[in-house]
């Protein structure tokens, strides 16, 4: 069993910027590829980002590529989303997961207002 808690989250202005964190509990976070997903309100969720175990290797959806960065640090068993040029469409529940496992967090609330 793995226990995800995102922070970070917050009210930005367009072309801000916001980091958000996932710190997991256990001792096999670097065990597993992490990801970062996003649910706006009455739409899907959606893939944003991904790492592997290692943190060697990275994909993004294409709407933030450029702009969002995922990163993680096996040591502190946090995974990170740096999120700059925030736009309103970025706006969203965001939310992190195990790849591979039914493990999400609560989820933290981006707004970012135009």
């Known amino acids: 069993q793995v226990q995800l808690v995102e922070s970070g989250g917050g009210l930005v202005q367009t072309g801000g910027s916001l980091r958000l964190s996932c710190a997991a509990s256990?001792?096999?976070?670097?065990?597993?590829?992490m990801g970062w997903f996003r649910q706006a309100p009455g739409q899907e969720r959606e893939f944003v980002a991904t790492i592997s175990r290692s943190g060697d290797s990275t994909h993004y959806a294409d709407f933030v590529k450029g702009r969002f960065t995922i990163s993680r640090d096996n040591a502190k068993n946090t995974a990170y989303l740096q999120m700059n040029s925030l736009k309103p469409e970025d706006t969203a529940v965001y939310y992190c997961?195990?790849?591979?496992?039914?493990?999400w967090g609560q989820g933290t609330q981006v707004t970012v207002s135009s």
């Open positions: 997961k195990v790849l591979g496992y039914s493990y």
């Open positions: 256990g001792r096999t976070f670097s065990s597993y590829s």
